[in-house]
């Protein structure tokens, strides 16, 4: 892996990115309020949260944060699970977005694990 030299060059945060604009349409004309504020918040606390470590510029804050935005995913998906038992949203979308989620928490992980086993200091 190169040097990456600001979040948006960040796979994980790209991809958080889109799942969290499907997450803020999908829910957009949801008259639950609490429900709609909550889920969208879980989803945009994944991207910040990475933008966030990274913007620390250190090693140890950039894993604990990227473990926060890991937990936030689990949010998401858990509300997802709701939504639909709920009736709020389709069987379909349900597994559409499950599975976008679940591809974002694995690219996380997969950065933890790369930036615990390297030397990995990033912009400044």
């Known amino acids: 892996m190169s040097k990456i030299e600001n979040f948006e060059n960040i796979?994980?945060?790209?991809?958080?990115?889109k799942v969290c604009l499907d997450i803020?349409?999908?829910?957009?004309?949801s008259k639950d309020f609490s429900f709609r504020d909550q889920i969208c918040r879980a989803a945009v606390?994944?991207?910040n949260n990475i933008a966030e470590g990274f913007e620390r510029?250190?090693?140890?804050?950039?894993i604990a944060f990227?473990?926060?935005?890991?937990?936030?995913?689990?949010?998401?998906?858990?509300?997802?699970?709701l939504a639909r038992d709920l009736d709020y949203i389709t069987e379909h979308n349900f597994t559409v977005m499950q599975e976008k989620v679940t591809?974002?928490?694995?690219?996380?992980?997969?950065?933890?694990?790369?930036l615990k086993n390297?030397?990995?200091?990033?912009n400044k």
């Open 57 to 62: 510029m250190t090693q140890k804050e950039f």
């Open 66 to 81: 990227l473990f926060i935005a890991r937990g936030s995913c689990g949010e998401v998906r858990s509300m997802l699970y």
């Open 118 to 122: 390297n030397n990995f200091i990033t």
């Open 103 to 114: 591809e974002v928490s694995k690219m996380i992980y997969g950065l933890i694990k790369y």
């Open 24 to 29: 803020y349409k999908l829910f957009r004309n």
């Open 45 to 47: 606390s994944v991207n």
């Open 11 to 17: 796979a994980a945060w790209q991809k958080s990115q």
